[in-house]
Nanobody, 121 residues
């Protein structure tokens, strides 16, 4: 089955940078939109950034300019470059993808397990 696996999270100082990766694997035919979401303790999950199969991007207004989403279609991977990190960026970051596979007709949304990002104050 299709799997999404995030990596790259960790502890970083305020003002630092991290690069998150999300790799999709399985019987994939096509990956459509992909995105990054985050969820802080006690808060709802929110969209961070999204990218279409053709590279069109969308960002949360508050994060635009600090975060950059990109993808490598050959590697079935989406990235999130996070710069100038702030303590309020601390959250679990989740990868999401709309993917069609050999065993599923039509696009299906998948979620990764999440990766923790902690920014020290």
């Amino acid at each position: 089955q299709v799997q999404l696996v995030e990596s790259g999270g960790g502890l970083v100082q305020s003002g630092g940078s991290l690069r998150l990766s999300c790799v999709a694997s399985g019987s994939i035919i096509r990956i459509n939109d992909m995105g990054w979401y985050r969820q802080a303790p006690g808060e709802e999950r929110e969209l961070v950034a999204a990218i279409t199969s053709t590279g069109s991007t969308n960002y949360a207004d508050s994060l635009k300019g600090r975060f950059t989403i990109s993808r490598d279609n050959g590697k079935n991977t989406v990235y999130l470059q996070m710069n100038s990190l702030k303590p309020e960026d601390t959250a679990v970051y989740y990868c999401n993808g709309e993917i069609s596979s050999w065993t599923t007709m039509g696009a299906t949304k998948y979620w990764g397990q999440g990766t923790q990002v902690t920014v020290s104050s």
